[in-house]
Nanobody
Framework: QTLLEESGGGSVQAGGSLRLSCKLS????????MGWFRQSPGKAREGVAA????????YYADSVKGRFTIVHDDPEDTLYLQMNDLTAEDSAVYYC??????????????????????WGQGTQVIVSS
């Protein structure tokens, strides 16, 4: 069974917006942190946003800071990524992820793939110029 189900990807014009959704299954209660990653052809998977420290701390990659917002909806057990002012450089497959490791992330945020142990299948985002 899929643990994280992503949706919301698609095609959008530059300057437009998309909201990605990731429905978390029963392990959500044990997840200590969650985030969004993206990967485009020829590039490594990179962290774009993360939510940690009891959802009180947020991380954003410099390339998306001020444009993307990560939100976790507790009643719906759903993770969102609001993406505004999209550019062609934002085109990628986006993955949601959750982790249960005990690291407190006191020195750095969970912004690398190795920090996570649960992954969604990915949703394609295409931004046209």
């Amino acid at each position: 069974q899929t643990l994280l189900e992503e949706s919301g990807g698609g095609s959008v014009q530059a300057g437009g917006s998309l909201r990605l959704s990731c429905k978390l299954s029963g392990f959500a209660a044990t997840a200590r942190y969650m985030g969004w990653f993206r990967q485009s052809p020829g590039k490594a998977r990179e962290g774009v946003a993360a939510l940690f420290d009891r959802d009180s701390s947020q991380y954003y990659a410099d390339s998306v800071k001020g444009r993307f917002t990560i939100v976790h909806d507790d009643p719906e057990d759903t993770l969102y990524l609001q993406m505004n002012d999209l550019t062609a450089e934002d085109s990628a497959v986006y993955y949601c992820a959750a982790g249960v490791f005990s690291t407190s992330w006191s020195t750095r945020p969970p912004n690398t793939p190795g920090d996570y142990n649960y992954w969604g299948q990915g949703t394609q985002v295409i931004v046209s110029s």
